[in-house]
């Protein structure tokens, strides 16, 4: 079993639940640990209950995991709500002045920090917040100066007062625990490697900067709104254009414009801001200009559950404007690949002319994950496809809609003398001529109807087909899609410690789908079962309508919540046995 | 070879022919507004290839494809966002966007009050029939109230929509009305419009003849009035031009109600883009840049 410890912080929003998250992570990280941080939280500002989980620990944590072993409560409600996580060798961390302890399992410390008596309350009002980061470590066996040095970071753009008002306290606490707790059983082990703590969202937004992405534009949209944040906040540096639009509608629209002037471009949304976006996705096939739209899925319908998560908009994406024509769907596997996948989907659809979507969801986009600086990679391998960027050689009359074999027409991007011409969201001829006599002509309509569509050939060729992981002669197969890859993965060990062997299929191109390869793959499964975070199983609706092909079980969760990997373990177990055919696991955390 | 230098020959009115010839009801208002544009093109001497027209869809929007330069025929409404995205990317380009009333005012009105307050250095040119006419008659958001349509047989029951005062209280920097049927007139304000820096709006009375029978060129042609006729008129004065673009009646004031040149244009005042045109950047993120990206997350 991977070594890991996950520590819990709960309190009201507006507590300072963040601050301390962000310091135990970059902690662990410099200490070469790996981390993953998941923050459940309500659509309030000040008030309700947040609670964040980071696991951290010298193997990848790819997901938060199923035990807690250090839970700080910031308030009662986290107390009340979540001591019972805690099992033998766990520990509570809490306010003694203000904090009635619950009852705890055998074998859990309580450990309550005299706050008042360690600090002056008056003076500074997240003092116990500090108390319990100081405690913790010492409690984990980390020395001092580390949280030093990530206090003065936090604090540096105050006065010095500050910053050492803020170390002291930490010391007390430290030092108060040091003499008063156990210490963990497991003191946090060091590696030589450093990582970057990172959100999905960032990646994303990175990982457009490396592509190449000049434009970006966005309206804020939960959990979306990340991507635009690091783009405006780096726009100067990285030279992009960023620009906050009236609504989705504008967005999508003004990301093809910027596209048709020949830069890369991309926006972000949810989604309900992408369900606006959907006409002009259809512009962007029509007209063959190549955009990349991030969808950050959260749990709907409609408005839904803003803060939380869900793997629901499959199908809105595979239906995505009125038509028949080639789109390119991807759902990244982690944090470090929402970086690595932008550059990918862009060489995809610069070089088809069509529309890329990712399909992110609140999981990455919000979740934190350490990811080894060199994987995040500036220098991407860039390809845009077959545009013509200068007038060169004399050529014949351009036709911007010529008909190929490929179905790919050269792309001219407008400026150019000897190549204007005209895009367009009706049909239209070769040369891009849009009056009813020519797009009505059901020979010209057919033709340019093919010419499209001939595109999905090269598009499938263009991206690799999925691969299965493990023993090839498993127990069962688990079949996910997206960001269940590390929590399926982890499921995975755990079963073979229980003896059942298992073997993952995960996808991270949903269009095109490699439906042969998945079947050929499948046929030779003993027992397959997918897991989605939704409530219709829309990936298992998806593998049907392409492949006739019906799994022996499902398992989903549309709580709002992530799958933890005991939820699959459990799941996969009750339907080894013969019990369920669908298995729907309950999330035991509740915000 | 093509990098020779070639001395440039002037562009003349039959070099901006599109290829196809329009498809226009014979007699339409939207004629006069294409001739206009030609003319003024002809007449700045812009090479066609610098200028990239954009609309929407409608009758008035199927202009792109009358024009020999590059062009984009986009969706109902959202040529201002698709525009702004172009010029944002290639400011070196002179984009003009051209539609009607019902996808700019109607559909398209959201993006019209947002793009105006950003100034984007952009020739809005609407040609207004009041009424929809690609989809066979019904009301428009500037038809009068009253006014028979398919789809207010009885009348139109909502109040018209006021373009140049939306305009003038939306922060356009050059807000100006035009006749179709006046071509000189129309010509010189279409120069101006794209000679100005920054966001121009231009109205233009283009009478639909097969589904308007209330607002014809006879029924504008009294009572149009060019308010360059008044020496005392003074298009930087905005609450002349708010009076002024409130008249409806006996005068409809046509020309330039209101022009300001102190507000820098979206391109300029963009850091990212005092460089040069986005898409002549270098998209590789330096070295250096990019390992402080990666720093601050460390």
């Given at each position: 079993m991977r070594q890991s410890f996950t520590v819990g912080i709960g309190g009201a929003a507006g507590q300072g639940v963040a601050t301390p998250g962000d310091i135990f992570a970059k902690i662990f990280s410099r200490r070469g640990l790996h981390v993953n941080a998941y923050n459940a939280y309500q659509s309030i500002i000040r008030g309700g209950h947040t609670f964040l989980m980071i696991r951290t620990g010298p193997d990848p944590v790819t997901n938060m995991g199923d035990r807690l072993d250090l839970l700080i409560a910031?308030?009662?409600?986290?107390?009340?709500?979540?001591?019972?996580?805690?099992?033998?060798?766990?520990?509570?961390?809490?306010?003694?002045?203000?904090?009635?302890?619950?009852?705890?399992?055998?074998?859990?410390?309580?450990?309550?920090?005299?706050?008042?008596?360690?600090?002056?309350?008056?003076?500074?009002?997240?003092?116990?917040?500090?108390?319990?980061?100081?405690?913790?470590?010492?409690?984990?066996?980390?020395?001092f100066p580390a949280l030093e040095v990530a206090l003065a970071e936090q604090f540096g753009k105050k006065d010095q007062?500050?910053?050492?008002?803020?170390?002291?306290?930490?010391?007390?606490?430290?030092?108060?625990?040091?003499?008063?707790?156990?210490?963990?059983?497991?003191?946090?082990p060091m590696t030589d490697t450093k990582y970057a703590v990172l959100s999905g969202n960032a990646a994303l937004a990175m990982g457009g900067a490396a592509a190449g992405v000049k434009f970006y534009c966005a309206y804020p949209m939960s959990p979306s709104t990340g991507v635009l944040h690091w783009m405006a906040s780096h726009a100067r540096k990285a030279g992009i254009v960023v620009r906050q639009v009236e609504d989705e509608i504008g967005v999508i629209n003004m990301a093809i414009g910027a596209a048709q002037a020949g830069v890369r471009s991309m926006c972000a949304t949810s989604g309900g801001g992408f369900a606006l976006m959907s006409e002009g996705l259809g512009l962007s096939a029509q007209a063959e200009i190549p955009v990349v739209v991030i969808d950050c899925q959260r749990a709907?319908?409609?408005?839904?559950?803003?803060?939380?998560?869900?793997?629901?908009?499959?199908?809105?994406?595979?239906?995505?404007?009125?038509?028949d024509y080639p789109r390119v769907i991807a759902a990244p596997l982690d944090?470090?690949?929402?970086?690595?996948?932008?550059?990918?989907?862009?060489?995809?659809?610069?070089?088809?002319?069509?529309?890329?979507?990712?399909?992110?969801?609140?999981?990455?986009?919000?979740?934190?994950?350490?990811?080894?600086?060199?994987?995040?990679?500036?220098?991407?391998?860039?390809?845009?496809?077959?545009?013509?960027?200068?007038?060169?050689?004399?050529?014949?009359?351009?036709?911007?809609?010529?008909?190929?074999?490929?179905?790919?027409?050269?792309?001219?991007?407008?400026?150019?003398?000897?190549?204007?011409?005209?895009?367009?969201?009706?049909?239209?001829?070769?040369?891009?001529?849009?009056?009813?006599?020519?797009?009505?002509?059901?020979?010209?309509r057919r033709a340019m109807m093919e010419k499209r569509m001939r595109k999905v050939e090269g598009i499938e060729k263009s991206v690799p087909p999925p691969e299965l992981t493990g023993p090839a002669d498993a127990d069962v197969t688990l079949i996910g899609w997206g960001s269940t890859w590390g929590v399926i993965?982890?499921?995975?060990?755990?079963?073979?410690?229980?003896?059942?062997?298992?073997?993952?299929?995960?996808?991270?191109?949903?269009?095109?789908?490699?439906?042969?390869?998945?079947?050929?793959?499948?046929?030779?499964?003993?027992?397959?079962?997918?897991?989605?975070?939704n409530f219709s199983g829309q990936f298992a609706r998806y593998l049907r309508s392409e492949t006739s092909f019906v799994p022996n079980g499902h398992i989903r969760k549309y709580d709002g919540e992530p799958f933890m990997p005991h939820h699959i373990v459990e799941a996969v177990k009750e339907q080894l046995a013969g019990n369920t055919n669908l298995s729907v696991p309950v999330h035991e955390i509740t915000v | 070879m093509a990098t020779d230098v070639i001395t440039p020959k002037q562009m003349v009115m039959?070099?901006?022919?599109?290829?196809?010839?329009?498809?226009?009801?014979?007699?339409?208002?939207?004629?006069?507004?294409?001739a206009a544009v030609q003319k003024a093109l002809v007449e700045l001497q812009i090479p066609k290839h610098e200028v990239m027209t954009i609309s929407g869809i409608g009758c008035s929007s199927n202009?792109?494809?009358?024009?020999?330069?590059?062009?984009?025929?986009?969706?109902?409404?959202?040529?201002?966002?698709?525009?702004?995205?172009?010029?944002?990317?290639?400011?070196?380009?002179?984009?003009?966007?051209?539609?009607?009333?019902?996808?700019?005012?109607?559909?398209?009105?959201?993006?019209?009050?947002?793009?105006?307050?950003?100034?984007?250095?952009?020739?809005?040119?609407?040609?207004?029939?009041?009424?929809?006419?690609?989809?066979?008659?019904?009301?428009?958001?500037?038809s009068r109230v009253g006014m028979k349509t398919k789809s207010m047989p009885f009348g139109n029951v909502d109040a018209p929509t006021n373009p140049v005062s939306l305009a003038l209280s939306a922060g356009a920097t050059f807000v100006a009305r035009g006749f179709s049927a006046d071509q000189k007139h129309l010509t010189e304000l279409i120069?101006?419009?794209?000679?100005?820096?920054?966001?121009?709006?231009?109205?233009?009375?283009?009478?639909?003849?097969?589904?308007?029978?209330?607002?014809?060129?006879?029924?504008?042609?009294?009572?149009?009035?060019?308010?360059?006729?008044?020496?005392?008129?003074?298009?930087?004065?905005?609450?002349?031009?708010?009076?002024?673009?409130?008249?409806?009646?006996?005068?409809?004031?046509?020309?330039?109600?209101?022009?300001?040149?102190?507000?820098?244009?979206?391109?300029?005042?963009?850091?990212?883009?005092?460089?040069?045109?986005?898409?002549?950047?270098?998209?590789?993120?330096?070295?250096?840049?990019?390992?402080?990206?990666?720093?601050?997350?460390?």
């Amino acid at each position: 079993m991977r070594q890991s410890f996950t520590v819990g912080i709960g309190g009201a929003a507006g507590q300072g639940v963040a601050t301390p998250g962000d310091i135990f992570a970059k902690i662990f990280s410099r200490r070469g640990l790996h981390v993953n941080a998941y923050n459940a939280y309500q659509s309030i500002i000040r008030g309700g209950h947040t609670f964040l989980m980071i696991r951290t620990g010298p193997d990848p944590v790819t997901n938060m995991g199923d035990r807690l072993d250090l839970l700080i409560a910031l308030n009662q409600d986290t107390m009340d709500r979540h001591l019972g996580l805690l099992t033998e060798g766990g520990a509570c961390l809490y306010n003694a002045d203000q904090i009635k302890p619950g009852t705890a399992a055998a074998g859990v410390q309580l450990c309550p920090i005299p706050v008042s008596k360690l600090a002056d309350i008056s003076k500074n009002k997240v003092a116990q917040n500090t108390l319990a980061l100081g405690a913790a470590l010492s409690m984990m066996g980390i020395g001092f100066p580390a949280l030093e040095v990530a206090l003065a970071e936090q604090f540096g753009k105050k006065d010095q007062a500050v910053i050492d008002e803020n170390v002291n306290v930490a010391r007390a606490g430290y030092d108060y625990a040091s003499q008063n707790f156990k210490p963990f059983a497991w003191p946090l082990p060091m590696t030589d490697t450093k990582y970057a703590v990172l959100s999905g969202n960032a990646a994303l937004a990175m990982g457009g900067a490396a592509a190449g992405v000049k434009f970006y534009c966005a309206y804020p949209m939960s959990p979306s709104t990340g991507v635009l944040h690091w783009m405006a906040s780096h726009a100067r540096k990285a030279g992009i254009v960023v620009r906050q639009v009236e609504d989705e509608i504008g967005v999508i629209n003004m990301a093809i414009g910027a596209a048709q002037a020949g830069v890369r471009s991309m926006c972000a949304t949810s989604g309900g801001g992408f369900a606006l976006m959907s006409e002009g996705l259809g512009l962007s096939a029509q007209a063959e200009i190549p955009v990349v739209v991030i969808d950050c899925q959260r749990a709907g319908p409609s408005t839904g559950v803003p803060t939380k998560t869900e793997q629901g908009d499959l199908w809105q994406m595979l239906g995505a404007a009125f038509g028949d024509y080639p789109r390119v769907i991807a759902a990244p596997l982690d944090i470090g690949d929402c970086f690595t996948l932008i550059p990918e989907i862009f060489n995809v659809v610069d070089r088809f002319q069509c529309p890329g979507i990712v399909l992110c969801d609140l999981l990455l986009s919000e979740g934190r994950l350490s990811v080894d600086p060199k994987n995040l990679d500036f220098q991407p391998h860039i390809d845009r496809g077959d545009l013509i960027t200068s007038n060169g050689e004399p050529h014949e009359e351009y036709k911007r809609y010529l008909i190929t074999e490929s179905g790919v027409s050269p792309r001219a991007i407008p400026g150019i003398p000897g190549f204007t011409h005209v895009v367009s969201s009706d049909e239209h001829d070769e040369n891009g001529v849009l009056i009813s006599d020519e797009y009505t002509n059901a020979t010209k309509r057919r033709a340019m109807m093919e010419k499209r569509m001939r595109k999905v050939e090269g598009i499938e060729k263009s991206v690799p087909p999925p691969e299965l992981t493990g023993p090839a002669d498993a127990d069962v197969t688990l079949i996910g899609w997206g960001s269940t890859w590390g929590v399926i993965e982890e499921a995975i060990e755990l079963l073979r410690e229980e003896g059942i062997s298992a073997n993952q299929l995960q996808i991270r191109w949903l269009v095109p789908l490699h439906g042969d390869t998945i079947v050929k793959i499948l046929k030779n499964s003993r027992h397959t079962i997918i897991v989605e975070n939704n409530f219709s199983g829309q990936f298992a609706r998806y593998l049907r309508s392409e492949t006739s092909f019906v799994p022996n079980g499902h398992i989903r969760k549309y709580d709002g919540e992530p799958f933890m990997p005991h939820h699959i373990v459990e799941a996969v177990k009750e339907q080894l046995a013969g019990n369920t055919n669908l298995s729907v696991p309950v999330h035991e955390i509740t915000v | 070879m093509a990098t020779d230098v070639i001395t440039p020959k002037q562009m003349v009115m039959a070099d901006l022919k599109g290829k196809v010839d329009p498809d226009w009801c014979p007699g339409c208002g939207d004629f006069g507004v294409l001739a206009a544009v030609q003319k003024a093109l002809v007449e700045l001497q812009i090479p066609k290839h610098e200028v990239m027209t954009i609309s929407g869809i409608g009758c008035s929007s199927n202009f792109p494809g009358f024009i020999d330069t590059y062009g984009m025929h986009t969706l109902h409404g959202r040529s201002l966002p698709v525009a702004s995205g172009m010029k944002l990317a290639n400011h070196a380009m002179t984009v003009l966007v051209t539609g009607g009333d019902g996808d700019g005012f109607g559909i398209g009105a959201g993006h019209f009050v947002h793009t105006m307050r950003r100034n984007l250095d952009l020739t809005y040119i609407v040609m207004d029939n009041q009424i929809y006419g690609l989809t066979t008659g019904q009301t428009s958001p500037t038809s009068r109230v009253g006014m028979k349509t398919k789809s207010m047989p009885f009348g139109n029951v909502d109040a018209p929509t006021n373009p140049v005062s939306l305009a003038l209280s939306a922060g356009a920097t050059f807000v100006a009305r035009g006749f179709s049927a006046d071509q000189k007139h129309l010509t010189e304000l279409i120069k101006r419009a794209i000679e100005h820096k920054g966001f121009s709006f231009l109205d233009v009375f283009s009478p639909c003849v097969t589904y308007n029978h209330d607002n014809t060129f006879q029924w504008f042609r009294p009572r149009v009035k060019k308010l360059e006729d008044n020496p005392a008129y003074d298009p930087s004065d905005w609450q002349a031009a708010i009076e002024k673009s409130l008249l409806w009646g006996d005068e409809i004031p046509i020309g330039l109600f209101f022009e300001r040149n102190d507000i820098p244009t979206a391109h300029d005042a963009d850091p990212v883009l005092k460089s040069g045109p986005l898409v002549h950047q270098n998209s590789r993120i330096p070295a250096d840049v990019a390992k402080s990206f990666i720093d601050e997350l460390m």
